[in-house]
């Protein structure tokens, strides 16, 4: 996975509503400091994050991340906005998932990083909105 790519996605989601909420920020900086990103590199990406990535050729453990991440950070600030669920459902699909794959994350998706479903059974839920080639 790169690390680079994903924070640049989630520092996109969180522009959405024009404003990077501070608790969406810290995500931001808890994901990347995980990835062995220095808080100058996070704060860096935050301030010019990539352009968004084609998200081809993710493998599908990266893919399930970038899901769990992009509705975490969705709802990390306790207001989801239709932009930030459109910007995630679009995220799916390229990532090869339909959009309701967010819908039925986001019941299992908590905004604390600490608190977690397991991710055997969210992989499960996923698999069922995976794009049929």
């Known amino acids: 996975m790169d690390v680079v790519d994903q924070l640049s996605v989630l520092v996109h989601l969180s522009r959405v509503d024009k404003y990077v909420a501070p608790s969406e920020s810290k ?13 100058d590199q996070i704060e860096t990406l935050i301030d010019h994050p990539k352009p968004m990535p084609t998200l081809e050729g993710v493998d599908e453990d990266d893919r399930l991340d970038y899901l769990l ?6 709802k990390v600030d306790g207001k989801v906005f239709t932009s930030e669920i459109e910007f995630c459902e679009k995220i799916a699909l390229k990532l090869g998932y339909l959009p309701g794959v967010i819908a039925e994350l986001s019941q299992f998706t908590y905004a604390d990083p600490e608190i977690s479903t397991s991710k055997k059974f969210l992989r499960q839920l996923a698999q069922k909105y995976l794009i049929k080639k």
Do not use: D, E
């Not at 995500?27 to 808080?39: R, T």
């Not at 991440?69 to 969705?74: A, E």
């Open 69 to 74: 991440n992009i509705v975490q950070l969705m």
């Open 27 to 39: 995500l931001i900086h808890y994901i990347g400091a995980l990835n062995g990103l220095s808080k």
